[in-house]
Structure formats: structure tokens, C-alpha cells
């Protein structure tokens, strides 16, 4: 066993995994400094600090991240209008950027040789975690135990870390473990593994943490409001009460939506490995702003602007937060554009919040891109019907070109070979 | 007043609108003849036939749309998952082509010089009628008063409307007229125009007409089942019943969807001629159905296709569809492509309704591109965790490059004019 | 003939049209003042004014573009590598908006009401302008004459115009005109209609004014290098001189490119009103320029980024200049992520040119993108191979999968259905 | 050393590390069959064979491939008009997949229970061969030899090689090695390595092996016709000479390209591992086609068609290629939109072939999507030139809207943040 091997900052959760980790690497002739951060999450910090020291770590760095992961990740996000695959918001991928930066800055500064974390071989979070460690500080070496032969096949399953915190003194909490494992912090909470592998298992009614079941929230909806400056919520209203600070507004958004049980999916992903995974989300505070958003881009957006940003954009942006490419050149570009895209997105939007439903009641807005008047089938408004027979004139020349064509070589209307969609 | 203008086709909907219409064009020399299309609206076609002739049609024709409708729009449009601006499922553009065409089979095999409309100057729906009409017909003309100053600038108002239909014996019904307007089919129903007009105008609860509303819908979550075949549905389960017929199938899903306050939603779009207008929708089958579609395709397509899909074919189809470009080459070139996206969509998804919410509880696929044991975090499952450090490896060789030049630069991680978002 | 219609700046070009243009316009009424924009074209200044004053003018303004032209228009697009349907550098698109703001300026300053032009009803420059004009100020009125039914059904043809300039006073100098018209500033000269309009008829030797045939061009070739600094070009040398000056640059690429025969072209483009059109270009510095830039590209422009930006920036800016969208939001938006792309655009390229052919013979920069080591076939460089098979694992995933779902159905490799391309 | 390993198929060229490797299994106890691919290269497969047969390969197999290369995968990404990072045509990367199958074929039907490559660790070409490979037999065992640290470390140089060589008989030819490396087929030859890998380095003249320096091809240019149908060359036509088999027309585009100096590229492109590369290559007759099917395009490819075609299909079926993802979903899913996009691109081409330069003179087709009336300047070809005021009219509701919308914010025209690119 070396005696010096250098020294470590290992991702400490004070669950079994990193606990056996942080062993085996003291074990290793590493020294280890334990990191955690505080991005949200619901946890017993001090206890996991005394437990860290306990099983051998030199020191605990706890670093409290959530103002800057609300406002250097999450509201680029929802200015962006992020999300994966139709449906996943991408909240344990929001979080690990802002994680590693936070790591990287304390291994810099204590002087630590390696960064080692206990994600999984198969998953999402040990490709986020290093990439961005080595966006980030190109020459930081990487100890990641679950992909060392010599460690994954001395501890093949739970049992064998449970035999080897038995041995090493580490405290194991008596609780049995739940069939799934979890990822929580300010943004979400995620599930999966164990029983949820299985994607027709329905999830049982005690696994969501943060919500209340949309049939168990209040029978009577809730109105609130959120006023956005450049696609920001800077004012969130809900009763008497009214929030301006950026956590605040994200922590009562969080808080509404969990009492009326908005956010809940579960769904079928593909991890950027390019294995299909089932997870189940809470996303509450998120899901009420997402609606916000995009209901105000509707009022306040450039038409062209928004398409061009939802093709381009927002699946470029999301793709690159899920596959753990933020500190990259193509963030760094795709991101540059979201300023522009977003200096009209200012007004008001009004919610009705019941039993899971988000319900967009109204919105307003003086940048002036709606203009009633224009808009009114009831009177001219300033817009010459005739126009529009240029318009379409115009519109189908190229149309006609082609109809005609197909007419002369005896396929009128649609080709022959044209297909719509499968049919069964 | 010319004696012989040539023979017209009209689409008719039985209202003010286009009964002035017609007897207007009666008036300027035309031979009538009124068509309608059964597209599913809920509507009083016998009585709508006895008024046209009433008014003056030389004949009159229902055509039976509702099949073609749902097996050559809507679903080819629910396998290519097609939604505007992220909220609207299209609805009224999915039925245009199959009103269109239906109108120039009729006007073909009758012999019309001319199809005419009742759309307004300003909207979507006369670009989508008469692109479709050039597109099947490059020589047909169109005649569409409300963008003709000699009847936009006749009939200013509703009143003169009214004034010309007493003179012209139109029967008008007293009931006061909805301070909104709708367009309804198999699909969904819009309300625009009157009080909704002002965005922040909150719809009145008596608006909504198709669906309950999520306050009022059962307190008792239904489960229900969908089988795909080739991302097409063929089978609906709920309760004791079964529906496997293509229109059976979306009628079910529309009872179950308006029994759970299901598809309503409230947007400002924006419109092809460049106008933001604020629109309604009630979607109720559809909505379900959508949310089966994306998730089986979670289980069942492959990653590459599905985002390839998303950012190609999905958004393009959708922008056609609402401009009304179906009967294009670029529609046909865009549809292509969607068989082959879906011939891996096969399996069973597995729903809760309640109460305004499409949960989906479980899915299940022979296809086999999911595998339980590959994606367990719990066992290797045939996977050498040691290829995911040589695929990091791989993916950040580039990214150290670019770390490296950035810390020459005293860039350290990310470059000072890297901008995340906007911030107030 | 109303006595005072109000004040017209017209966009003069000393030609027959619009020297008939503002005759009508005067007899229209209107007071009238004209403009040109010097934006490179060879054209004999001294003489328009004095013909625009002669005709009828009260005042005549010439405002030097150049500059703002190549630094505002020209560059941003040869950073992003700008071109349309493949082939067209899209020079005359480049010009639009600079002579619009030009023009638009003097209007305001000059108290104009009404701007005018002689552009066709069918080509894409009306458009050009006219938007431009209006993203620049909302409320001014354009005057086309050639859209006017009064004016194009009066002047039907060239002999038309030709009578009515006679009797106007305006001098006609005797030269036969050209077989085609031409528009020309620094970036190129395009020439379309008239004999070019068969697209079968190979334009006639002389027609080419710029360049030199390749044949006739030296039979030395001629090397020189140019230095890029965040994409743009800041130093080109040639033999014994250097050019740092930004329009110096351009003009001596255009110079060096006219010398050897470089940037001819001939093609039919879709025009933004979806007709067909022919036209043939001359565009000699900037083509060396853009080869140049997408070489350096090569070496100093991460992967990621470049993919990225070719198929959005390069497509969607391109598209936005050809139809005249420059003074728009998605314009705006777009090239709001053009400066974070070329910041490592840092670097010199040399080149050959010969006869037609812009050779690359070599590049290089300090950027640190490139590794010859790592990049080297003949050595490891710090590089694992057995890095590349865990990535190969890790990428045939999907694959495998897939492939042993087609096998299991009996499509072992490729499924029936699969269509590499058309077949004759 | 094992007795019975197993049955290898080897793909072998003959060269010295495919001998060495061939030896080196042999040595490991593989019984070895050696593989060659006839794709046009030119090739002394007699001896190649004899020298397999030689060093211990127990059977010698030589597929002909040449006409599956030219018609399933040159020709549609002519359709398609493929190129990678604007610049390489793809040539090996189109051959690797055919190569593939062959070899996939033989390994299938002689029961080898491997099959091994020649390629480096670092290179593009290993992760074609094998995804290609997973593809079509997803239990297919692949040795890769220079990514065997076992082999790897053992031959770390062509020394090392030329001993082992010598050793086991392998006959060396004795003329001195190429200071780079190539690769050929009927597409093209491709240089990289050695020398090349200064990206400043100029090739030297005498590397470049298939086509006559510009500076030396002939002083008088040659015209040929290129006929199309579906957009694939069906007759060619040089003089007096006429071809129309698929492989002849090839052939003979590739005589005219190489004896017309046409195709030299010198690039640095991103390898899919992530890594920048030097590369030369020389593709002629690909040139000749590209150039010219691109041309018929304009003249008979709707234009919506044309754009949608190469954002996405252009562009993606570049990168599937490039990165080896042929027998993929995503291939499958991006090329079946092909046949569509190509149905109307029939007609005929003219070039004027002169020193690296392919002019197009002149196209013709029959389709009748360019009206020569309806393009003309000079008459009004049906169409009325008050369409196009109303076109721009509604065109410009946004765009005005926008402009006041910034007028009443101080922005008048462009916002102040607004940025057109970078400047010095």
C-alpha cells in the first residue's frame, strides 16, 4: 500500500458509496479532503461532515452553492426554455456544472492532486463530472473508483460495501434502502434504478418526496404572478405575499408547486452513453416558470426570433447540458445568444395553479409586438385586406410551378410515391 | 349585374358570414353551388342545406371528411409529434387540406370556374384554404370577398351583415352572437377574436364548451391503455372496452379527454401573415394521445432518430402545417421521412386521467432497444465500466485543447466575454 | 397634377429608369431629391448629379459607403462563411441595407416623406429595400413606381421610356444598351435577364467586366498570404506589399482576384418570391477571402462550434441577407453569436492563385487548437489507444442494440425498407 | 502461444503493417483468412494475394465491390451533395461502409469468429470499420491490433515492424517509404501523416498521384454534358464519346478530372475522436459531379425543398458518414427523404473542364419549375406587380412593428447591444 499517493477531493454525499470510497482511497496511501455542496438539497450537512472526518477525511469543505446555481444555470435554462427530449427539464444536469466548478476552485486552492466522485459507470453524471473538470482545469487527474477493475470487482454489490464499512468503522444508518436511488437539489429531485427499472412498474405512491399527489393538493386552485425583465422572473405574487430576490422567487415557486403537486414525470430517456434508462422527476418550482415563459414568448417575442431560438437553441443548449458540455466551446457559443433573444421578453403573466395544472390565465406586456387593434377580426386596424391577396399571390407561385408540373406528368395534386406517415 | 359570371363553389358554414356571401355572389352574376365538410364539428348539416338552398344555391354538397381526416392528418401529425410554438397541436391547420381537397374534388367533378371562402383579410385560414386550392389546382381562381373592397368595404359590421340578410331573406337566428369566434372539427375547437382579443382576459368558465373543466371532472382517476403499431395507435383499452377501428379509437380518446378536463389551453401565436393573435383551444383525444406517442417513444426510438426527428422533421411539419403548405413539395419531402422514424414505435402505454393530467403509468415494448439488465445501475449487465473512461477520454480530448488555449490566454475555464444568459 | 404631393428621395442611378422615374415623379407633384451611394461600383458620379439636377432634382446627395459597407456588411458575413443555395456570395444582398441606412438618414435629415426606387415588381431588390426601410423607420412611405399600375402600364417597355425621356428633356447617351442588367458595388457584379435568361445560353465572353477569362489570366501563379484576427482579415501580402487597412485589404483581393480569374459564376437561383432566376457573378476578392477564412477555420475553430454554426449561423444569416431581413430581430439574434465563434479565428494563411483556382498551400496560428503530436499517425502523443476502444464500446451501444432488434425480425443489417437514395 | 484461438478475417492491403499483424495473429494461434476490397484502387491484387498466402493466411479473398461503391453509396451522397466541414468530399469514409459488408459477408459465410483491422488508435478509419461492423453483426469480435497494448508496445515504430518482418518472412520491398500516408479508391486518394502533419507544410508536387497539376493540364478547355435523372448522372458525354453505365460514367468523370487537374483539396479537418488532422486528397470525377448536379438543382429543386434538403439532409448525412455511422438508425431515418428530394432533378448540364476549374455553361431540363416569361425582367409573365406590394406589405407587419417597438425604447433601427460580428 503506497504511503503518499497525493491528495484527493472526492464528492462526499455521506451515503454508503462515497463513505467506502473515501476508505478505499485512504486505504489507497491517498490523502482525502471530503467536498460537499449545497446546492438545495434536503441533507444533514453536519452529520455528514462528522462522518467524513470520522472515516478518515483531512478535512470538509461544504460550499453553498444555490444562488449561483439559480442564477448562473437554471435561469439561462428557462430563458432558453430547456429541456430534454420533449419532456426531462434536465435538473441533475443543471446541477453538475455549477458542483464541479465548486469543486475544481477548492482542489486549486488546497492544492489537491486528483478529484475522484462515486457516480456509476453506466450514467449521466460521471461524463458531466469530468468533462467539466476538464473544461475547467485540463490536467486535473480524475479517480473515478466505479470504473477501476480493482475496486468494482471487490465490491460487486451493496453487501460488499456494507462488509467493508463494517470493517473500516463507517457508521451505516440502520434504514433499509429504498428500492431507487435519488438525485435532489433546488431544481428537482430524480429517481430511478432498483424497482424502476422496470418501465412498466408503475412508481408507488410514497416514492415522490416533493409533491403532493395531485389527487391529495387543494381543491380550490390558487392564483399567482410572475413578472419577467428579459426573460427573467424578477417578481413572483402569490396572495399578500410577493418575492423579488432570485432564490426567493424560485424557492416560492417551489413551494407553490409542491403543494399543488405540479411537476411529476416518469419517462424512458437515452443517457448520452446511448443506453435508454427510466427515471421519474419532481420538478415543481421550475414547471410553473417554464409555463410563465413560454407563454410570454408568445406575447413578446418576434415571431422568427423564437423559431430560429426553439430550433437552434434551445435543443442545442439542452443536448449540451444533458451530455455534461457546458464548459465547452459550443456552450460558450450557443449561450452567446440568448441575451438578444430575450430583451422583448418583458410583462406579466397570470397562473392558476390547481391539481397539477399550470394554467396560464392571462398576460400582459408594453413592448407593444401584440397590438390588439392589429390583431382584431372585428376591424382593419390599419391593414389593407388586399394585401394579403399579394401576399398569397406571391405565396403560391412557386406552389402553382410545382402543381403544374406534377399535373403534366399525371400526378395531379400529390405524386404517387408521396407518403404522410406510417399506416398500419 | 352581370348575367353569367361563371359557376362558384362555396364553402359553407351556415352562418351570417357566408350565407351573405352567397347571396352576394348570386348578386354579382354567379351560379352558386354550397359545400360543406363533415370534419367532425358538431353541427346541424340539414338544416344548414335547407338555408343555402333558401338563399339560393344551386345545390348543395356535404362530404364526409372524418376518416381521411384522422388517418391522412391527424395521425401523421401524432407520429411526427407536431405542435407550434410548443403549445398548439394544430388543429384547424390539420383540417384545412382535407376541406380543401374534398372542395376541389367537388368543384372538378361539377365543373366550377371558381371556389370562394368566407375567411377574413387578416388570418391564418384563407392562406391554408387557397395554398391548398393552388396546390391541388394550379388554374382554379378564388374568389374571397372579405379581402374584395367592393364587399369588405359594403359590409363594415356585423349590422350591415344583418341589414343585407333581412333584405336578401337569410334567416337569422335571435340568439346573441358568442362575443368570440370558433372553428371546431374531430380535433380540437378554437376560440379567437371579441373579448379574447385582450390578452389578459381571462376566459369566461361558459366559454370552454367541448371539455369539463379540471375543478368539475370525476374526483376518480380512469386508467386507460393505447397500443402503437408503427407509432400509429390500434388500440384503445378502457375499462371493459376496446377500440381498434382508426376513428373509433380518436372518438374514445376524445370522451375520455373531455370527461377529464383534458387539452384545454389559452396562447398568444403568431399567425403567417406576421400578426400576433391570441387564440383558445379545447384538444381533448389528441392531448392524450400525444403524451402516449412521446412516451413510448422514449422505450422505443432510437436516440440519434428521435433528436434528429425532433429538430427536423417535427418542428418543419409542424411551421408547414400551420402555413398552410401542405399540398407542397416540401410537406411531401418533410413526410418522407416519417415512416421510417416510426417502424421501431410498437408497445403499450399505460395512463391515469385525472382531472386536467395525462399521467403515464407504465409502458412495455417487444422491441428490445430498452434493456433492463444494460441499463441497471445495479449489475455490469455485459457493460465494462473501463470503456466509459475511454469514451471521456475521447470526448475531452478536444475540450482540454480548448481549456489549455483558454488558460494561455488567462482564460482560465471560460472566456470573459462568455455571457450564460441574460441578467436584470 | 397635384401641386405639391409632398418630398421624395429617390435612389437615383443616372440610368434611363430612374431618370424617367423622377421626371414622373415631378410630374406627379412631388419635390423631389436624389441619392446615390457610392458602395464601389465604378459609375461617373459628376455626371449623375448633373443629369438628376438637369431632369429635375432640388437637391442631389452621393454619400461614400465604402467603409461601412466592408466593415459593417461585408465581414460579418465572410466570418460566417455566408453563402446561398451553395454557390452565391450574395453580394448584391451585402449592399442593400447600407444604401437603405444611407438613404433613410438623408430622408430624416432632409425631411423627406416618401422614398422611392426603380426596382422591378418581380426581383428580390424591392423587397430588400423596402424592408429595410421600414425596420429602420416604421412610418415611411415608399413610392414603386414599377408596382404602380399607373406608371409599368404607361412605360410598358424600354421604347416607352425612351419617348418619355425625350420629351422630358433627359439626355439618352446612344451606346445600345446591354443584352442584360447589371448591378455592381465592391463585393461583386451580378448580371441577369435579357439573353440570360434561357439558362442554356452560355454568357458571351464579353459580358465578364471585372475578371480576367482564366484562360487569359497569367500563367505564373502567384502566392500570397492573408492574417486573420478573430476571423477577420487584418493584413494581406503580396510579393513585396502589405495591406492592414480594412477596405485597402478588400480592395487588393479584389485586384489580386480580377488579375488571375477567380469568383465567375453562373447559376439559377430561387428568388424570396419563389421564381426562378439566372443570373451570373463576378465576385473576386471575396471569394479568396472566404477560402481563406474557412481553411483557417479548419485549424483554429473547435469542431463543435464549427458544425453548429454552419448549420445555423452560415444557412440562417445567409437566408436572412438574400431577403432582405437585415434590419429585423432574427437578424440581430443571429449574428449575436458570430464574434463568440471567431475569437480563436487567429492565424495566417498562404495561397496560390492561378487561373481560377484559389489554392491553400498552407496555415498556421498560435491558437493551440492543432497538436501535430497528438494529432500524429506516427506517434502515441499522449494519447491511450485503448482510450478509442472503450469509446467504440460505448458507441456501438445503440447500434448493437438496434442491429440485433433487426436481426430478431428477420432485417438482419438493414431493414427491407431502406432507401439509400433514388435509383434509376 | 494458443493452439486454437479462433478463425480471423483480416482485412489486408498488402502493405507492411497488415503483414506484420497477419504474422502477429498467426503467432497469437488465430487460424487467419486475408481479405481485400476491390473499390478502385490501383492495386497489385495477384501479388498481394500470393504474399498473404506466403506469410500464413489460410484462404485469400477478393471481393469486387467497385459497382455497390459507385451506385449504393457514391451516387446517393451525389443526391444528396455530401461534404464535410464545406470542404472534403468523404471519399474513404463512403468506401469503409461497403468494405464492411464485404468483409462482414465472407467472415459470415467462411464461420470466422473475428475480424481484424490495420488502422491506427487515433484515426477516423477504426471506428468506421467497427461501427460498421456492430452494425451488421452486432456478436462480431474485432481485433484491433494498434490499440492492443500487447501488440502496440511491441512495435512501437516502422523499425520494429521491419524486423519482426524479416523474422517471419514477410518480403520487403525495398524502395524507401512514402513520407506519408494514402489511401485510394474510384472516389479518391487521400494524403496524411508524415510530412503533412506540419499544417504549413506545402505538399510537394510529386505527391499529388491522380490528377495533372493545374499548372500542367491542357491550355485548351474540353465541354462535356453531364445528363441526370432523379439526380444521378445516366449519360456523360465527351466528344464523341457517350457513356451511360453507372461505373462508366465514374470512370470516365474521373479521366476528365484528372487530366484536367480538378480535386486537390488540402484541409485541416476534425476527426471524430475530437482531434485536429491535416489531410490532402484528390477527387476528380466527384468534383465534376458535385459541381454540376448542384447546378441542375437551381433549375429544377423547389427552393423550400432545396433549403430544408441542405440544412438538414446535406448536413447530416455528411456527419453520419464521416463518423462512421452508416448501418445506423439515424443513416436509415436521414436517407429515406432522399428519393423525394431528387424526383424532379432531371436535365442536362454543360461544363467547360480548364486547368481545376469546372465551368457551368449552360443547363436544360424539362421539369418546368424555372418559367422563362415568369423570371423575365423584361415582361410581366402573368404576374402582377401590385401582387408583390402586397407581399412586402404583410411581410413588413412584424418588421415594423419591431422598429416601433425600439423607436419608443431610444433604439430607433437596431438596438444598441446589437452586434453584427467582431471587429479589430
Tied chains: 1, 2, 3, 4.
Excluded at 458509496?17 to 455542496?37: K, N, R
Excluded at 416514492?207 to 404572478?225: F, Q
Aim: proline share 5%.
Amino acid at each position: 500500500m503506497p504511503a503518499n499517493s497525493g491528495r484527493v477531493l472526492l464528492a462526499y454525499s455521506g451515503g454508503l458509496d462515497t463513505s467506502c470510497i473515501l476508505a478505499w482511497l485512504i486505504e489507497q496511501g491517498y490523502e482525502v479532503y471530503a467536498f460537499m455542496a449545497d446546492v438545495g438539497q434536503e441533507e444533514d450537512f453536519a452529520a455528514a461532515e462528522k462522518k467524513a472526518l470520522k472515516v478518515g477525511a483531512k478535512k470538509f469543505f461544504l460550499e453553498d452553492l444555490k444562488r449561483e446555481f439559480v442564477t448562473e444555470l437554471i435561469y439561462p435554462a428557462v430563458q432558453a426554455n430547456c429541456i430534454y427530449e420533449n419532456v426531462y427539464l434536465l435538473g441533475t444536469s443543471l446541477a453538475r456544472p455549477v458542483i464541479a466548478r465548486g469543486m475544481i476552485a477548492v482542489a486549486d486552492r488546497e492544492g489537491c492532486d486528483y478529484v475522484s466522485h462515486g457516480c456509476t459507470g453506466k450514467g449521466n453524471d460521471q461524463v458531466r463530472f469530468e468533462l467539466a473538470f476538464y473544461g475547467l482545469k485540463p490536467d486535473i487527474k480524475v479517480i473515478a473508483p466505479w470504473r477501476l477493475p480493482e475496486f468494482y470487482n471487490r465490491f460487486p454489490g451493496r453487501q460488499a460495501l456494507l462488509t467493508y464499512a463494517e470493517k473500516s468503522g463507517i457508521p451505516v444508518f440502520q434504514t433499509a434502502a429504498k428500492p431507487w436511488s435519488t438525485d435532489e437539489n433546488m431544481f428537482h429531485i430524480s429517481y430511478e434504478a432498483g424497482i424502476l427499472e422496470d418501465p412498466n412498474t408503475t412508481p408507488p405512491t410514497d416514492m415522490w418526496k416533493l409533491t403532493t399527489a395531485p389527487e391529495d393538493a387543494p381543491t380550490t386552485p390558487e392564483r399567482i404572478s410572475i413578472e419577467f425583465k428579459a426573460g427573467l422572473p424578477v417578481k413572483v405574487t402569490a396572495g399578500e405575499k410577493a418575492y423579488t430576490d432570485a432564490v426567493d422567487i424560485f424557492n416560492a415557486l417551489n413551494t407553490l408547486g409542491r403543494k399543488h403537486g405540479i411537476g411529476r414525470i416518469d419517462i424512458v430517456e437515452n443517457r448520452f452513453i446511448g443506453v435508454k434508462s427510466r427515471g421519474c422527476y419532481e420538478t415543481p418550482g421550475a414547471t410553473i416558470l417554464r409555463t410563465a415563459h413560454i407563454d410570454l414568448e408568445g406575447l413578446t417575442l418576434d415571431r422568427n426570433v423564437r423559431s430560429l431560438r426553439d430550433q437552434f437553441t434551445t435543443i442545442e443548449f439542452s443536448r449540451i447540458l444533458y451530455n455534461g458540455h457546458f464548459f465547452t466551446p459550443e456552450r460558450e457559443f450557443i449561450t452567446s445568444s440568448i441575451p438578444t433573444s430575450q430583451r422583448t421578453v418583458n410583462g406579466l403573466v397570470r397562473l392558476k395553479l390547481y391539481k397539477g395544472n399550470v394554467v396560464v390565465e392571462g398576460r400582459e406586456s408594453s413592448e407593444g409586438l401584440y397590438d390588439e387593434q392589429q390583431s382584431s377580426m372585428d376591424e382593419l386596424g390599419g391593414f389593407e385586406p388586399t394585401d394579403t391577396t399579394g401576399f398569397i399571390a406571391i405565396e403560391s407561385i412557386r406552389i402553382k410551378k410545382w402543381a403544374q408540373a406534377n399535373i403534366r406528368k399525371g400526378q395531379a395534386g400529390v405524386a404517387p410515391q408521396d407518403v404522410y406517415g406510417s399506416r398500419v
